[in-house]
């Protein structure tokens, strides 16, 4: 099994932090995202959207970071309790999934990465929208009141979120008017440190962008701001 993967791509993280806690064994790839490795049409024959991450299960290619967790688990850990059987466990975890991909990384990611990786500027709306993200995320804390986001138990849907939340560490973002979601983040990293070296080992990365951001003139991302339409 060969994990394609960006060392500080969030979705990346999670899928790697599912892969650890099943025990699963597999070559790791490193795609190189400033050099626009996932931009070839080589990769595209493996996912379409030139994102990262993909897995590549013996020939089986799977894109989209919450069907990979999902198939992971259903594959080789049917019985695991980071993705149980029962179906409303089951389908809460689904929720938060929806949740983290829906509602709440793309403000983090818009507000934290895009101005790292594409010269997007942080702005008081990329700030609203993320505050307005926590917001809910702490609801759904409060009103389960459990420790992780689907349970008392960690689930994937945790590994998503997590990997979703420490953008904002790495840009040094006060989560303490959030306390639920600052409580469940910090537990998470306490109880299962090997899981969250990996998502440390992105954060780290995305910390030093931060202070050091990369040449986005040398990179030529169709999604710069400043690129023009190859048309054009
Ligand atoms: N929905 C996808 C999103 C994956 C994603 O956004 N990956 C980023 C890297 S962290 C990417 O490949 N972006 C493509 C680009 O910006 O060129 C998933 O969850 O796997």
């Not at 459990?146 to 138990?153: E, L, M, V």
């Amino acid at each position: 099994m060969k994990l394609y993967a960006v060392s500080d791509g969030p979705p990346s993280l999670a899928v790697r932090m599912t892969l650890k806690a099943l025990d699963i064994q597999y070559e790791l790839i490193n795609v190189d995202f400033c050099a626009l490795e996932h931009r070839t049409e080589d990769y595209a024959k493996m996912n379409p959207q030139k994102e990262i991450p993909v897995l590549d299960d013996n020939g089986f290619y799977l894109s989209e970071s919450i069907a990979i967790m999902q198939y992971l688990c259903d594959k080789y850990a049917p019985n695991s309790t980071i993705y149980p059987q029962d179906v409303n466990l089951r389908a809460l975890i689904n929720q938060r999934l929806c949740f983290n991909m829906g509602f709440y990384y793309n403000p983090i990611s818009s507000h934290s990465m895009a101005p790292i990786f594409f010269d997007y500027k942080r702005t008081p709306m990329s700030l609203k929208r993320v505050e307005n993200a926590l917001e809910v995320f702490e609801t759904y804390l409060d009103r389960l009141g459990t420790k992780y986001a689907a349970g008392d138990n960690v689930t994937i849907a945790d590994f998503a979120l997590v990997s979703a939340t420490l953008c904002l560490e790495a840009i040094n973002f006060d989560l303490s008017p959030y306390p639920l979601v600052q409580r469940w983040y910090f537990a998470f990293k306490e109880e299962y440190p090997q899981l969250w070296e990996i998502a440390n080992s992105g954060m780290q990365e995305i910390k030093a962008f931060e202070q050091n951001p990369p040449d986005l003139s040398e990179m030529n991302h169709p999604f710069h701001p400043t690129r023009k339409h190859p048309k054009a």
